[in-house]
């Protein structure tokens, strides 16, 4: 991969920024080129690209050229050097829209984060050949001729420009969204080490920097505590995390991980300004509760103006956001790309044509990254993203987690016959009251688990419990810690027979459930690994195995093949006959 002859590689041809930025979308989307194009990364590391064959044609010389498109001042500090770290770049560069669901949790700390530091280069990479073009536009207006600057050197076609449109409504062009401030410390630092010059590592050039200490004050401190306590941050909390809780768990929640926060960041020439107001920054980072507070402020509702103009949105750990509330992912993209309810100074003559149209959201990059694929990011981008690059998938076959159980209780799987999607979860629950809880009102023993993957399942168990007077406890997210240790109690000593636990609670706890004799699973995890752990936890007796129920239906085979891995999965959703043993 030649990622440092970089930006040398649009000189004398019309790079993908300018392209994309110069594409008139009003004549049409351009072509598909029904078969994949040429040069289009087919795999990402292990993880195949979907979608390739509605890539349009007009992208070709992109993925024919050598080499990465991005400024050599940032392909020369690149850090990564992997096949599959250029494979992305390669993807980034050509400003398709990307769901990228096989991203990895870090495996340890301080290991480099090559997915972050690609998109990181190719959103500053973004940002410097945006100011590139305003600068040429400024020389131009002036009548200097371009200000020394060549076109062709700043990697920037002449069509767009010879119009003098080279900006949108309003400055911030980056839109970074993270569940955790310790995720926004991190892009920060990976910035301060691809932008910043200077002596040492990139928390001390960061220091230098405007904003630079406060920034570090506010977002990195948890990084110096936790060594001392081992502490594990709850919902913007320190909390102990023991070490008998899985590494995976301990590597998402060390730092600090609160979740609201916002700020802007100023790129200028060779340097970065933290905290700089929105309406003069480049990039804003927050997270979704972040805006979304400042939009519905009742003292002052900002109508979040500054999110006209943004031209690349990434939303990396996609997985954790929908353990929080992804409504407020969605409810943020609503004010993406609005046109401004006031011109904030901008001069309209050099306003992007497409802009003024109305058209922004059809050039908006949205890039997002999850550890596996779920329904709602594949609505989000049905339905909220429309990009006329196209869009692809990375996708990795799962394989299953049933070789990680330590013992092997019966396992039963229920076919729910279903129809359309709305109706879906209520046949669910009519197959559930029908067939599963008779077997729980003559079960003479306690200690089994119901699990639920959604809050909206857990308040319609918890209530279908209640008027049937099975003798339950109820484990949500929402308990505080005496709460659920109290909870946990009463089920191990069989003071209750069922204890109905949610997959959030699972996500920000990781419960060890002493007790447990069977599971029910009445929805599937969407982290398969959680599957494995209740499982696990199934105490077996020479008089019994245990046993594991689960209901599942057709819309339910991403999470199926994340446990039984993906041929098993299928055979199960298309078999005749609708029970299944695994033994």
């Not at 940002?127 to 536009?137: E, F, K, P, Y």
């Not at 004010?335 to 109305?358: E, T």
């Amino acid at each position: 991969g030649g990622g440092g002859g970089g930006a040398r590689g649009e000189a004398g041809s019309v790079g993908p920024f300018s392209r994309h930025m110069g594409w008139d979308v009003g004549g049409g989307a351009p072509e598909a080129a029904g078969a994949a194009v040429e040069g289009l990364p087919e795999r990402v590391g292990r993880a195949q690209v979907l979608g390739r064959a509605g890539v349009p044609g007009v992208q070709a010389a992109h993925w024919a050229s050598e080499g990465l498109p991005v400024k050599t001042r940032l392909a020369d500090r690149r850090r990564g050097t992997s096949a599959e770290q250029e494979a992305f770049l390669k993807l980034l560069t050509g400003y398709l829209d990307i769901l990228h669901t096989d991203r990895p949790l870090k495996a340890s700390k301080g290991a480099p984060d090559e997915h972050m530091e690609a998109y990181l280069i190719h959103c500053l990479n973004h940002v410097l050949l945006s100011s590139d073009a305003i600068r040429m536009g400024n020389a131009a207006a002036e009548g200097s001729a371009g200000g020394g600057l060549s076109t062709s050197a700043a990697g920037l076609g002449t069509e767009d420009l010879s119009a003098g449109k080279d900006q949108g409504f309003t400055r911030p062009k980056v839109l970074l969204v993270y569940p955790f401030r310790k995720f926004a410390l991190e892009a920060v630092l990976h910035i301060a080490d691809l932008l910043v010059s200077g002596e040492g590592n990139a928390r001390m050039r960061l220091e230098k920097v405007k904003g630079g200490k406060a920034f570090l004050e506010q977002f990195g401190a948890g990084e110096e505590e936790e060594e001392e306590d081992g502490g594990v941050g709850g919902r913007g909390s320190k909390r102990a995390a023991g070490s008998r809780k899985p590494p995976d768990f301990q590597e998402l929640f060390r730092g600090d991980v609160d979740d609201h926060f916002k700020f802007g960041i100023k790129v200028t020439k060779g340097a970065i300004s933290l905290f700089s107001d929105f309406y003069s920054s480049d990039i804003v980072v927050t997270s979704p509760l972040g805006l979304v507070t400042l939009a519905n402020d009742r003292d002052r509702a900002d109508p979040l103006d500054f999110l006209s103009s943004v031209e690349i949105a990434v939303v990396d750990r996609a997985d954790v956001l929908q353990m929080q509330n992804w409504e407020h992912v969605i409810e943020l993209w609503g004010h993406l790309n609005r046109i401004p309810s006031k011109q904030h100074g901008v001069d309209i003559m050099r306003v992007r044509q497409w802009y003024l149209a109305g058209q922004a959201r059809q050039y908006r990059q949205t890039v997002a990254l999850s550890a596996f694929p779920t329904a709602e990011l594949n609505a989000f981008f049905s339905q909220r993203c429309d990009n006329f690059e196209g869009l692809v998938k990375v996708v990795a076959p799962p394989r299953g987690v049933l070789a990680a159980l330590e013992q092997q209780p019966k396992q039963l799987y229920e076919r729910v016959a279903v129809g359309e999607t709305a109706d879906a979860e209520d046949r669910r629950f009519a197959h559930f009251m029908e067939k599963v809880v008779p077997r729980l009102e003559g079960a003479q023993t306690s200690g089994l688990v119901l699990f639920v993957r959604s809050y909206f399942d857990y308040v319609r168990m918890r209530k279908a419990l209640s008027d049937r007077l099975i003798s339950f406890v109820a484990l949500s997210e929402y308990a505080e810690r005496a709460e659920a240790d109290r909870t946990r109690t009463q089920f191990m000593k069989g003071k209750a027979k069922v204890l109905l636990y949610s997959e959030r609670a699972h996500f920000y706890h990781r419960y060890r459930v002493r007790g447990a004799k069977d599971v029910i699973f009445y929805s599937l995890p969407d982290h398969p690994e959680y599957f494995s752990e209740l499982v696990n936890m199934v105490e077996v007796a020479p008089e019994s195995r245990g046993s594991v129920t689960v209901l599942f239906h057709k819309y339910d085979s991403l999470q199926l093949g994340r446990v039984v891995g993906v041929r098993k999965a299928k055979s199960m959703l298309q078999a005749p006959g609708d029970s299944f043993m695994i033994a």
